[in-house]
């Protein structure tokens, strides 16, 4: 596998160099070995590694129809980012701050971001308590207890909690991330299995 990568690496390299659209200089593009999502569900996590400060990292759900990440990202509003794109995800991670992409099942977990991208219309908030609130909607009753309507019930999550439910409505079977505390560092490793490294990608460095 490595030896393909370097012929891979070499002829992008090449393209790189002597494309004449100019995709960007050499010296403008690194070599990493990446654990890539492959499949929606797969967990992407970066900047876990803080001794002490596990709640500091992120996590993102990968959403393979859109090639995008569903997250729940602290914005500087009160409502928060719940889609990015691949590449911003990574970039955010800075150059070692990526931890790659694990998954429960090997392919076909839809449902997961289904259930996730559901609670968008909830406008969810972020909280950096372990505590969440599902956003749903719930009866309004009168004074003699009659139901007259609905009102909005808001969604309150942190990164981390958002997986754990996402994945716990979609029924998913992960009993290990539920009953835990919920932090980024202990969800992530609770996922299954790890995505194979895909060797010597060639990437921008405007990207870390």
Same mark, same amino acid.
């Given at each position: ?41 797969? &967990?992407?996590?970066? +900047?876990?590694? *803080? ?5 500091? =990292?992120?996590? #993102?759900?990968?959403? $393979? /129809? ?13 409502? &928060?980012?719940?889609? +990015?794109?691949? *590449? ?5 991670? =800075?150059?070692? #701050?990526?931890?790659? $992409? /694990? ?106």
């Amino acid at each position: 596998m490595k030896e393909t990568s370097k012929l891979f690496q070499f002829i992008t390299g090449a393209v790189v160099l002597f494309c004449p659209i100019g995709l960007a200089r050499a010296d403008e593009w690194v070599s990493r070995d990446l654990i890539l999502a492959e499949s929606s569900g797969d &967990v992407m996590a970066r +900047n876990l590694k *803080v001794p002490g400060l596990g709640w500091l =990292g992120h996590l #993102g759900m990968y959403d $393979a /129809k859109t090639n995008t990440v569903l997250e729940l990202l602290k914005a500087a509003n009160p409502i &928060v980012t719940m889609q +990015n794109s691949t *590449v911003d995800f990574m970039r955010a991670s =800075g150059i070692d #701050g990526y931890w790659g $992409a /694990k998954y429960a099942r090997q392919y076909g977990v839809q449902e997961v971001i289904i259930e996730g991208w559901g609670q968008r219309i909830f406008q969810p908030r972020y909280t950096s308590s372990a505590s969440w609130t599902q956003g749903k909607w719930i009866p309004v009753l009168d004074a003699k207890g009659r139901q007259i309507g609905y009102k909005k019930q808001g969604a309150v999550f942190r990164c981390d909690t958002f997986v754990a439910y996402s994945y716990q409505r979609s029924n998913q079977g992960l009993p290990s991330i539920f009953g835990t505390p919920q932090l980024p560092l202990i969800t992530y490793r609770k996922m299954p299995a790890l995505r194979p490294i895909s060797y010597g990608w060639l990437i921008p460095r405007s990207w870390l």
